[in-house]
C-alpha cells in the first residue's frame, strides 16, 4: 500500500512514525503546509445588495409586459406587436428578478 500522493515505487520524503500523516504535509516534504489554492476572498457588502431600483424596474416591467399583452387582445386584436413588446417586458422583469437579491 503507498503513501497518500505517491506512486509505486516513490521513496517517501519523510519518515514518519504514524502512517495516518496528513497529506500535506507528506507531499510538501519536512512538515510544510503548502497553502490552499481555493482560498476565495469574501464579496464586498456592495455587490451582495442590491441597488434600490432593482425591484421597482422588476415590478414596473411585469406590469408593462401584462398591460400590454391585455392591450393587444382589447384594443388590437389584429397586431402582434403588443403580444411581443408584452413578452420582453415579461422576460426583463424576469431576468431582473434574477439579479435581485
Not at 482560498?39 to 464586498?44: G, K, N
Not at 413588446?85 to 439579479?99: H, K
Request: aromatic residues 6%; glycine residues 8%; contains cysteine.
Amino acid at each position: 500500500m503507498t503513501a497518500a500522493g505517491t506512486k509505486p515505487g516513490d521513496r517517501p520524503a519523510v519518515a514518519t512514525s504514524s502512517s495516518a500523516a496528513p497529506a500535506a504535509t507528506t507531499r510538501a516534504g519536512a512538515g510544510r503546509v503548502t497553502p490552499s489554492a481555493r482560498y476565495t476572498p469574501p464579496i464586498p457588502k456592495e455587490l451582495r445588495e442590491s441597488p434600490p431600483w432593482l425591484p421597482i424596474l422588476m415590478l414596473a416591467l411585469f406590469i408593462v409586459g401584462g398591460l400590454a399583452i391585455m392591450a393587444r387582445y382589447l384594443v388590437w386584436p389584429d397586431s402582434n406587436i403588443p403580444m411581443l413588446v408584452g413578452l420582453a417586458c415579461l422576460l426583463g422583469g424576469l431576468f431582473t428578478a434574477t439579479r435581485w437579491r
